[in-house]
């Protein structure tokens, strides 16, 4: 009974990401946004079940990673895939001929710059799972990426910024913003994780300003402001890497 909790969780995770496929293609940004935050919430009660559980399996790692892919490489992917489209983006029609049958295929070429951030994020999660577990990640978390892009929609299209969306919803910015998340999930930049120290407290200083700074950022652009905290917690880690070189 032990070692199903921790893969029902991870089942859990994987129906959040399932769901949130569907309803991105409907272009149901907050829906997505609140599915790929629960499903990051049940990725992290995972593994924090079967280490207390005591019930860590090679199943278990599996099927977590397979599950991550998807939750958090596929549905970004998609995500930043519909936001081409909604950048105006001309959507043509490639007909195929395949074992007899007339294919028509509607696409948006350029569109497909979206999914090398789900090629990234599964390679970065193939290279997490030979790491050793450490207090800091080694370039930035598939969930953390996830979130970015799953709030961005969100932010966009909220009142505060409406009327500027047309500077998000261009090639340029999408484009520049899929190269920067795949530069950044696989560099060996260090980030720190969000695990409390009881016994030094004093090494959990970034952990609580981001999640002081989270609080007026959630209460002002509601759901979108976690687009903003993941850019806060890059920025915190680069500072915090260049305070510890001088």
């Given at each position: ?15 959040c990401?399932?769901l ?11 829906a ?22 005591d019930s ?5 790692k599996?099927l ?14 998609i ?7 909604l ?10 001929y395949?074992l ?11 569109s497909?710059?979206a ?9 970065r ?6 790491l ?8 930035l ?36 913003s ?12 260090r980030?720190f ?10 090494s ?5 300003l981001?999640i ?6 959630l ?7 976690f ?9 915190l880690?680069?500072?915090?890497n ?5």
């Amino acid at each position: 009974m032990k070692k199903i909790i921790p893969s029902f969780l991870t089942i859990l995770n994987l129906v959040c990401g399932c769901l949130a496929i569907a309803l991105a293609f409907q272009f149901q940004f907050e829906a997505v946004l609140i599915l790929v935050c629960l499903g990051v919430f049940f990725d992290f009660l995972d593994g924090l079940a079967a280490r207390a559980l005591d019930s860590v399996t090679n199943f278990g790692k599996h099927l977590d990673s397979i599950t991550d892919v998807i939750t958090s490489g596929v549905v970004p992917g998609i995500i930043v895939y519909q936001l081409f489209k909604l950048s105006g983006n001309k959507v043509s029609d490639f007909e195929v001929y395949i074992l007899g049958y007339d294919l028509i295929f509607s696409l948006s070429p350029i569109s497909f710059i979206a999914f090398f951030i789900t090629i990234a994020s599964a390679i970065r999660l193939s290279k997490y799972n030979t790491l050793t577990r450490s207090d800091e990640f080694i370039g930035l978390p598939t969930p953390a990426n996830a979130i970015f892009f799953a709030s961005l929609p969100v932010l966009i299209n909220s009142d505060i910024l409406i009327e500027s969306k047309q500077i998000f919803l261009n090639n340029y910015f999408l484009i520049g913003s899929v190269i920067s998340s795949v530069i950044l999930m696989n560099s060996p930049f260090r980030l720190f994780s969000f695990n409390i120290s009881f016994k030094n407290f004093q090494s959990n200083v970034y952990q609580l300003l981001i999640i002081i700074i989270s609080i007026p950022i959630l209460l002002y652009f509601n759901l979108g402001g976690f687009a903003i905290i993941v850019l806060i917690y890059l920025l915190l880690n680069i500072i915090r890497n260049l305070w510890s070189v001088f």
